[in-house]
């Protein structure tokens, strides 16, 4: 089978939502291969600790590329204490100039409960309007769900879980098996 005729990976969706002194990002377990879902419980959504600052992260795209990603992150953490934007420029800026991660497929979304940002292959570090924050095939499904909820009394951790709840009737590469990571700022 020809590299372009493979059927490829598929899927995921990750939101981030801020709302009063509450981050949550939430993640769905759905990992596909083409029309098959290959697993339904994956994590992807993880909690980092560098040098004693907690750091929450969701991903989407290719999971060994994510992965790559989070140690590269990680590492920029630890050489910048408390500084998640500066960390997420640095990562941005080798994800855009060096010739291996230039290949890698994921897109990263990361809080520490002060910031809520975006970080994407181009070089991109976004901070998203209205304290929401998506990613993946079901990111826009869960973000437009998600904006239409922030003016309820529903915790941010309920406005994720609903959201991402729509995007998965919606988008058949997201299901409902949920990792909920919460972090006060």
């Known amino acids: 089978m020809a590299e372009s005729e493979f059927p490829g990976w598929h899927g995921t969706t990750i939101i981030g939502v801020r709302k009063g002194n509450e981050v949550v990002v939430a993640g769905d377990g759905q990992v596909s291969l083409g029309q098959t879902v ?3 419980t994956a994590r992807k959504v993880r909690r980092l600790n560098p ?5 929450v992260c ?21 050489a910048t204490p ?6 997420a ?8 100039t060096d010739k291996y991660l230039q290949k890698l497929e994921a897109m990263l979304i990361v809080t ?5 940002l975006v970080i994407t292959g181009a070089g991109d570090v976004l901070e998203p309007e209205h304290g929401i924050a998506a990613i ?19 915790s941010a951790e309920e406005v994720a879980r609903k959201a991402m709840a729509i995007a998965a009737d919606i ?12 972090i006060g700022s």
């Open 58 to 78: 969701g991903f989407a795209g290719s999971t060994a590329d994510a992965f790559t990603l989070l140690e590269r992150l990680e590492k920029k953490l630890e």
């Open 38 to 40: 290959i697993k339904g």
């Open 171 to 182: 988008c058949v590469y997201t299901n409902g098996n949920l990792t909920v990571e919460r």
């Open 112 to 116: 520490d409960g002060k910031e809520l």
């Open 136 to 154: 993946g095939s079901g990111g826009n499904f869960a973000l437009a769900a998600a904006r239409s909820m922030m003016d309820s009394e529903m």
């Open 51 to 55: 040098g004693g600052h907690d750091v």
């Open 89 to 96: 420029v640095e990562l941005a800026k080798d994800w855009r």
């Open 82 to 87: 408390g500084q998640l934007a500066r960390a």
